[in-house]
């Protein structure tokens, strides 16, 4: 058995799938020492849970010193405050982990300070399989963002946490772990199932997904550059000037999806909606600057959300006092 802390922060507005949740949990205690679930929900479900959970796992209430409006991040926070372990694996609701991922993720700290592994979906319906064609983007050119992250405590703890009161909470943790002298660990090759969100969920998330590039400038610009650039070509030579960029966009897509042994996971359809998937991020990218310049942030459970994720430099400056953390 792993003697590391399993943190599972859950937040659920609507009925959640309760018993694949249970079952998963029971698994996860076969595997590791200690699984804290760390639960915002409503009261009514909240008792469900804790009925359902208690005798099988650590289930508690967020702290209630914590009121960050990214309420996962409160989630995190009060799991780091109570682990008894140093090795922190924190997860999505969403995301199922086997035995082995969860050895590797584990073991990779050893030598880091925080570990990115890579999530796929299964089953993969056509919005996942959509979805799907963003991580093999990212995948070619560099690493994808997951719903789970692994992390040392005492690095989070020397940090002083990290900020809640961001929409992109995983790059906010990565880049404090960094800013604090920390390492970050990308394994590419540790596959990490996620479920599939409904339809209508997928939906909702576009444009929240989109507005996380404003903590990217690079990104930001190289998004916003899509719409006008495909306007122009079509303006000026019609819509048979998108077939060379969009095989070129497939063929990125492809690239990632054989990094790393990534072609068991990635069925090769997914490739094939890379360019619908830059279709909606071109359009969607605009909207939430939109969001930006007219809410003044991204709704997000109702209220807008102005910072997608600290810039490095402020996190530096903040942390400039810091002891560095060297993983051993």
Same mark, same amino acid.
């Given at each position: +058995? ?21 079952? @998963? ?32 796992v650590t289930h508690m209430r967020p702290d209630a010193d914590l009121h960050a409006l990214n309420g996962k991040v409160d989630g995190?926070?009060?799991? +780091? ?38 999530? @796929?979906?299964? %089953? ?16 070619? +050119? ?102 060379? %960029? ?28 890379? %360019? ?53």
């Amino acid at each position: +058995m792993l003697a590391s802390t399993y943190v599972l922060p859950l937040s659920w507005l609507a009925d959640g799938p309760v018993d694949d949740v249970t079952a @998963y949990l029971a698994d996860l205690r076969t595997w590791i020492d200690e699984v804290l679930v760390v639960d915002g929900s409503a009261p009514d479900r909240y008792d469900d849970h804790h009925r359902r959970w208690s005798g099988l796992v650590t289930h508690m209430r967020p702290d209630a010193d914590l009121h960050a409006l990214n309420g996962k991040v409160d989630g995190v926070i009060t799991g +780091m405050r109570r682990a008894r372990h140093e090795h922190l694996v924190v997860a999505d609701d969403d995301v199922r982990y086997d035995r082995a991922s969860l050895e590797t993720v584990v073991e990779a700290l050893c030598d880091a300070d925080v570990v990115r592994p890579q999530n @796929y979906f299964s %089953p993969l319906p056509w919005h996942a399989r959509w979805d799907t064609a963003r991580t093999l983007l990212n995948r070619a +050119m560099g690493a994808d963002f997951p719903g789970t992250l692994a992390v040392r405590r005492s690095t989070l703890q020397t940090a002083g946490g990290y900020d809640g009161d961001v929409l992109f909470e995983n790059l906010e943790l990565i880049r404090t772990v960094q800013a604090a002298g920390g390492t970050a660990c990308t394994r590419l090759d540790c596959y990490v199932r996620r479920v599939p969100p409904t339809t209508e969920r997928f939906l909702s998330q576009r444009v929240r997904q989109a507005y996380d590039e404003l903590a990217r400038p690079v990104h930001l610009a190289a998004g916003l550059a899509v719409a006008p650039t495909v306007a122009v070509l079509v303006g000026r030579h019609g819509l048979r000037s998108l077939a060379v %960029p969009a095989t070129a966009v497939v063929v990125v897509a492809e690239v990632g999806r054989r990094r790393a042994g990534g072609i068991r996971f990635f069925p090769a359809t997914c490739s094939l909606f890379a %360019p619908a998937w830059l279709a909606e991020r071109a359009v969607c990218i605009w909207a939430a600057v939109g969001f930006r310049l007219v809410l003044g942030g991204c709704p997000y459970r109702g209220v807008p959300i102005e910072r997608a994720a600290s810039p490095v430099r402020e996190l530096r400056r903040r942390l400039a006092g810091t002891p560095t953390v060297k993983a051993s």
